[in-house]
């Protein structure tokens, strides 16, 4: 069993910046590929963006390329976005995802098998 907590989310104004946490245990941190989504109201959960295992590849969804950056450290078994020039549209709950299986899919949501609670994340226009 792998738990996930995020933290960081938070109210921001437009073209400011959070960065999100998400500490995993239950696990070796290095064995998981991670991911982030978010879900706005009345929307499908979609994918942001993810890291393998080693952190040497990293995928973001177009619309936060260039605005959102990811990482991990796998001695503290976390892992971060970075999140720039936020805009309005940005708002929503971001969870934190890990994948157990090796070179899966990550952009595709049921690549997943655990999942954090969330924070919210509102930026103001």
């Known amino acids: 069993q792998v738990q996930l907590v995020e933290s960081g989310g938070g109210l921001v104004q437009a073209g400011g910046s959070l960065r999100l946490s998400c500490a995993a245990s239950?696990?070796?941190?290095?064995?998981?590929?991670m991911g982030w989504f978010r879900q706005a109201p009345g929307k499908e959960r979609e994918f942001v963006s993810a890291i393998r295992r080693s952190g040497g590849i990293t995928y973001y969804a177009d619309s936060v390329k260039g605005r959102f950056a990811i990482s991990r450290d796998n001695a503290k078994n976390t892992v971060s976005l970075q999140m720039n020039s936020l805009k309005p549209e940005d708002t929503a709950v971001y969870y934190c995802?890990?994948?157990?299986?090796?070179?899966?899919?990550?952009?595709?949501?049921?690549?997943?098998?655990?999942w954090g609670q969330g924070t919210q994340v509102t930026v103001s226009s």
């Open positions: 995802a890990a994948d157990l299986h090796y070179w899966s899919d990550l952009v595709d949501i049921r690549a997943y098998d655990y």
């Open positions: 239950g696990r070796t941190f290095s064995s998981l590929a």
